[in-house]
């Protein structure tokens, strides 16, 4: 008999998204009304920049000779882009991260799920809500989740995060030992600041917890001081690993790349007491889970740090900010309450008129012909909330801001 994991049986069915997805199939295959324009998109519209293309390019032609051919590659990522990243993203910007804490994978998804090999599965979670959903199903998945009573689970902590906290939550009453925190924020657009952030390091030191830090959009952040890495917070390097992508910096969300860094600093410890450095935990589990990202997408992502690389970088992602911002201003002109779209490829707004996350995107589609993400699918606060981005391009946003304007 083939027994399988039983907790997928746990996990939460999203039907709300389901359902969306069939809705918009719905409306473009009827064809009645205004063409539809994707205000609810995750993806990044490319094209991908074409520093990273070309070096991809001369990569796929240079495996293709035998002097240039490459097997597999290390396991933790090629010398050039970790030396590139401990540089560029760190050591220039005053943090001390060495090549040897950064590891190269395929995409932040993946090192997100996978982190749970090495983590026991006592450990308790805390997620703020509404929450990016694949932090609450990868620990559904490893089974830290407990038992789903009125959409939560009760091993899991649910930090309200909301207009009222500043989209900042209090920290949890009792300890947790695994805190996700996403800033800039998918699916809120809200950005921590220094203080905020300190408050979390301070309280994963005294309760010896770990974060882990989602910063797949720190290439959106503009306002001066505020983190782009959460190592900016003295003592962070003891706690927090730290999750970055070339998927919304470079356009990478096809080509795949990503990486983690865990610093020495941070220490597990077996169920007999002994110690053991995540780092080279980490290190132990990527040597027989993985083979390491492909030559030619780690050449692409070393290209985003060349002069070119670094222009075309800014050039994408202020296209996108600028969509966001003026996502933005047309709610906030229409009186509703908004955050994102400054520092941040997303915008997250509540009407002031009571219609639910539900009615809300039913009334965007059906009046606008734009499609929104309904909140309440990001959890329980999310209701009354939608979510749009500034991932398409510059036209297809202005014509859905002017159709908005009229029913917002
Ligand atoms: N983390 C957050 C907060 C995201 O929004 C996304 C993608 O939308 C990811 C991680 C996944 O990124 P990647 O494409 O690197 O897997």
Redesign the pocket.
């Known amino acids: 008999m083939i027994r399988v994991n039983d907790n997928f049986q746990e996990l939460p069915a999203v039907y709300l998204f389901t359902q969306i997805s069939r809705i918009l199939a719905q409306y473009k295959e009827k064809n009645e009304g205004l063409p539809l324009i994707r205000m609810d998109i995750?993806?990044i519209s490319g094209p991908i920049p074409s520093s990273a293309a070309h070096a991809m390019k001369e990569a796929v032609e240079e495996l293709a000779t035998k002097e240039g051919f490459k097997g597999y590659g290390p396991e933790q990522g090629y010398q050039f882009l970790r030396d590139l990243i401990a540089v560029k993203d760190y050591q220039q910007r005053g943090i001390e991260i060495d090549p040897t804490e950064i590891f190269i994978g395929?995409?932040?998804?993946?090192?997100?799920g996978n982190l749970g090999d090495i983590l026991s599965k006592e450990c308790k979670v805390a997620v703020m809500d509404p929450t990016?959903p694949?932090y609450i199903d990868d620990n559904v998945i490893d089974g830290r989740e407990g038992k789903l009573k009125d959409g939560k689970y009760n091993r899991i902590t649910y930090l309200k995060s909301n207009f009222e906290n500043n989209f900042s939550p209090d920290l949890p009453t009792d300890v947790v030992d695994m805190i996700y925190i996403?800033s800039p924020?998918?699916?809120t657009g809200a950005v921590m600041n220094y203080t905020e952030l300190k408050k979390w390091v301070d309280y994963a030191r005294k309760h010896k917890s770990l974060i882990i830090f989602?910063s797949?959009?720190e290439a959106y952040v503009r306002t001066p001081h505020i983190p782009r890495s959460i190592y900016e917070i003295p003592g962070a390097k003891e706690v927090a690993i730290e999750?970055?992508?070339?998927?919304?910096t470079g356009g990478?969300?096809g080509v795949?790349?990503?990486y983690t860094v865990i610093p020495k600093e941070i220490v597990g410890y077996y169920q007999d007491g002994q110690p053991v450095t995540l780092n080279a935990l980490w290190s132990r589990r990527q040597t027989t889970k993985f083979n390491g990202a492909s030559y030619i997408s780690q050449k692409g992502a070393a290209a985003l740090y060349s002069e070119k690389g670094v222009k075309e970088v800014r050039e994408m992602t202020d296209r996108i900010l600028s969509n966001a911002t003026n996502l933005r201003n047309l709610f906030e002109k229409a009186g509703w309450k908004v955050t994102g779209g400054i520092d941040s490829p997303y915008v997250w707004a509540k009407n002031p008129y009571g219609w639910s996350s539900r009615e809300t995107f039913d009334k965007l589609l059906s009046e606008c012909g734009v499609s929104t993400t309904p909140g309440a699918g990001f959890g329980e606060e999310g209701e009354g909330y939608i979510r749009l981005t500034g991932f398409n391009s510059k036209e297809n946003t202005d014509a859905a801001i002017k159709r908005m304007e009229k029913v917002v």
Request: glycine share 10%; charged share 30%.
């Open positions: 995750g993806d395929d995409g932040a998804k993946c090192d997100l990016y694949a996403c924020n998918n699916p989602d797949a959009y999750i970055r992508s070339f998927s919304k990478f969300t795949r790349c990503g």
